[in-house]
Antibody
Framework: QVQLQESGPGLVKPSETLSLTCAVSGFPITSDYYWVWIRQPPGKGLEWLGT???????DFSSSLKSRGTISADTSSNQFSLTLTSMTAADTAVYYC?????????????????WGQGTLVTVSS | DIQMTQSPSSLSASVGDRVTITCRASQSISTYLNWYQQKPGKAPNLLIYGASSLQSGVPSRFSASGSGTDFTLTISSLLPEDFATYYCQQSYSTFLTFGGGTKLEIK
């Protein structure tokens, strides 16, 4: 059974760097899936942050303005998000998740497994 | 980025009602549209992919349709566990975007 678990600091000071890790169990992250980070500010909607492809390439939301990186630690079967220059606007629940392709007549891209989310508050 | 707009942003309904939520894309996304349900304090859960395909395990009272820029999610007869927030999400672009959400509340 696939499980994802986020970990990291619950409180970050403005201008500091956030580092979050997602531990994946039940499936190797080197498999033919993609791994994503998504966040949700309190009381607001979902925002995709970035994707790590099994090739090692990444995509990032333009809203992050080059502040983010995603990397994988295959030996620990986990992947990480780093976000620099944190501000109060980055306060949110951060989710890691698995993105996969459902193959058929057309290939559809879905997010089918999510971590429980971790709240990160940016405050001095 | 492709913008996704949902309406209404909130909706009050009663158990047994039929409800429809709308999602509109800022450009054509063919049928690359997914729907998720999120309950308070929980991660979202995939309901529909490819605009109209039911994810395994999702009850048949959920249905969806659309293509191009206009999509709908319908719940045929609301049960108490359906009161939640629903999000659409496009996967036409590798830069994923979500709609703003529709909060379905008990009347």
């Amino acid at each position: 059974q696939v499980q994802l678990q986020e970990s990291g600091p619950g409180l970050v000071k403005p201008s500091e760097t956030l580092s979050l890790t997602c531990a994946v169990s039940g499936f190797p992250i080197t498999s033919d899936y993609y791994w994503v980070w998504i966040r949700q500010p309190p009381g607001k909607g979902l925002e995709w942050l970035g994707t790590l492809y099994h090739s090692g390439n990444t995509d990032f939301s333009s809203s992050l303005k080059s502040r983010g990186t995603i990397s994988a630690d295959t030996s620990s079967n986990q992947f990480s998000l780093t976000l620099t220059s944190m501000t109060a606007a980055d306060t949110a629940v951060y989710y890691c998740a698995r993105r996969r392709v459902v193959r058929g007549l057309l290939n559809y891209d879905v997010i089918d497994f999510w971590g429980q989310g971790t709240l990160v508050t940016v405050s001095s | 980025d492709i913008q996704m707009t949902q309406s209404p942003s909130s909706l009050s309904a009663s158990v047994g009602d039929r409800v429809t939520i709308t999602c509109r894309a800022s450009q054509s996304i063919s049928t690359y549209l997914n729907w998720y349900q999120q309950k308070p304090g929980k991660a979202p859960n995939l309901l529909i992919y490819g605009a109209s395909s039911l994810q395994s395990g999702v009850p048949s009272r959920f249905s969806a349709s659309g293509s191009g820029t206009d999509f709908t999610l319908t719940i045929s007869s609301l049960l108490p566990e359906d009161f939640a927030t629903y999000y659409c999400q496009q996967s036409y672009s590798t830069f994923l975007t979500f709609g703003g959400g529709t909060k379905l509340e008990i009347k």
